[in-house]
Each structure stands twice: as C-alpha cells, then as structure tokens.
C-alpha cells in the first residue's frame, strides 16, 4: 500500500489550498481515508475522514466548516480543500487508509508521507 499525498505550500492567510492523496495497491472504494496533521512539537492531530462510500465524513472542531474531503474512485485520490486558512494550520499534513467500514478518527494502518503547509500572517 503506498499512498501519496501533494499540494503543500505556503500561503498567507485567509487563502486556500487543496491537498491530494493518492492511492495505489489497495482497493481503494473499500477503504476509510483520512487526513491528519502534526505541527513542530506537537503531537499528530486528525483532521478529517471520509467512509468508504465517500457519503460521510467528519472532521475536527478546529477545521469544521473551513475544511472539506472528497475522494475521487476513478482516480484513487482522496482530496482535503482547505479554506480561510489560518497560521495555526501550519503543519505537515498526512493522509491515511484503513481497511473498514466504520468512519472514524483513530486506528489508520496505513500512512503516506507528509506535505507541508504554511500559512502567514
């Protein structure tokens, strides 16, 4: 299972980015993915998921509203719209892919590498 993820970059605030995660080696329609975040120092927080059926999400207080997933099956890409970023997003952002059917924020198996995000004040 490899997953992929781009679309760091670094941004003033109020701006947006979108983030891709791709997926290959896994059948990826029976997967939970998701996207975490870990800032310097800290400890590694979720961000959002999104089931197998892509008909639920959730996501963290600290993003809810500002923040969308998706994932496209045709292209085994799973996508984290960010909105009105803030300084306190910067991070490096992961994603991650479980084998279930349950939509939750804990217990990912799989992990891709990061892409960092930066947003300025």
């Known amino acids: 299972v490899q997953l992929q993820a781009s679309g760091g970059g670094s941004v003033q605030a109020g701006g947006s980015l979108r983030l891709s995660c791709v997926g290959s080696g896994l059948p990826f329609r029976n997967y939970l993915m998701g996207w975490f975040r870990q800032a310097p120092g800290k400890d590694r927080e979720f961000v959002a998921g999104i089931n197998w059926s892509g008909g639920s999400t959730i996501y963290s207080d600290s993003v809810k509203g500002r923040f969308t997933i998706s994932r496209e099956y045709g292209k085994n890409t799973v996508y984290l719209q960010m909105n009105n970023l803030k300084p306190e997003d910067t991070a490096v952002y992961l994603c991650?892919?479980?084998?279930?059917?349950?939509?939750?924020?804990?217990?990912?198996?799989?992990w891709g590498q990061g892409t960092q995000v930066t947003v300025s004040s």
């Open positions: 991650a892919a479980d084998r279930t059917a349950t939509l939750r924020s804990y217990g990912y198996d799989y």
